[in-house]
């Protein structure tokens, strides 16, 4: 079968199937007379297999390395850390549904935010002790610390 067909075969590009050839994801196959690349079964199998891979999340030199019989990491292995790094991210992103779940149920009567409402909870406490005499100074002073409170990876 021809480039064409194969990259129709297995749903990607002709583009990527070079881009495969080229990273050395992908065997070049024999050429016919013509100059045409002849593809077989084994290469639309190798093809699905790094598109599979690379839909989990894997990045091509993951893929090149789980390809790669004698130097590379076995795919369970490989798997594993990206299993683990999606649930960190998973967590990561319950959490910052949390906060906002929070920030949102605080006062659902007030249209706009109070501006401390965005720092961390620490920070919260220590801008409520400030006082609010509405000089520039206090005002100064608030923003700065809740600029800190950002730079600290505090509020995560």
């Known amino acids: 079968m021809r480039i064409g067909e194969l990259a129709a075969l297995v749903g990607v590009s002709t583009r990527t199937v070079r881009h495969y ?19 077989r079964l084994r290469d639309a199998v190798a093809l699905a297999r790094v598109r599979r891979l690379s839909e989990l999340g894997l990045s091509l030199d993951e893929i090149r390395d789980v390809l790669a019989d004698d130097r590379g990491r076995e795919l369970r292995e490989v798997l594993t850390e990206l299993d683990a790094d999606l649930a960190r991210q998973q967590a990561a992103i319950a959490s910052r549904r949390q906060r906002l779940a929070v920030l949102l149920a605080a006062d659902e009567s007030v249209d706009e935010l109070d501006a401390d409402a965005t720092v961390s909870e620490e920070m919260a406490a220590v801008l409520r002790q400030l006082p ?12 700065m610390l809740a600029l800190l409170d950002t730079g600290t990876g505090s509020a995560g």
Do not use: K, Q, V
């Open 21 to 39: 050839h080229h990273l050395g994801l992908l065997p070049e196959p024999e050429r016919l007379s013509n100059g045409y690349r002849e593809y």
């Open 132 to 143: 609010t005499d509405g000089s520039a100074f206090a005002a100064i002073d608030r923003e």
